[in-house]
């Protein structure tokens, strides 16, 4: 619940408070955004699986975002494009983490509508 709310607060915040990022720093904020958003979204999928502890999330959520902007910068000091394989990897987690999510959802429908006694059209896993 802390996630989806902590989600709601920063996104009214964007939405009412306007933000300028300089060009120098779009590649820092953005992949450290990836990282963050990779951590909500893990944080999401461990509280539908009952697994979510505030703890291991907040190290996680900020280790991420500061890992992604060292690495970034990092790159960027020695001249190698280190932004892009942190975003394709981070990328890749938001999108396993989200399908995870999708298919804890749709297999606890459908072990759900057994347990009632609903038939489903299809009972195979999606």
Known sequence: MYV???LAIGAIIAIFLPVTIPAEYSQYVAIALL???DSAFG???AMLRGRFRLKIFLSGFFGNAIIAWVLTFVGDRLDLN???PAAVV???RIFQNFADMRRYLLTFRQK???IEGKSTENDSEV
Request: charge should be neutral; charged fraction near 20%; aromatic fraction near 12%.
């Open 82 to 84: 280190l932004f892009l």
């Open 43 to 45: 944080g999401i999928d």
């Open 112 to 114: 759900k509508d057994k």
């Open 35 to 37: 990282g963050a958003l």
């Open 90 to 92: 981070f990328g890749t």
């Open 4 to 6: 989806l709310v902590g």
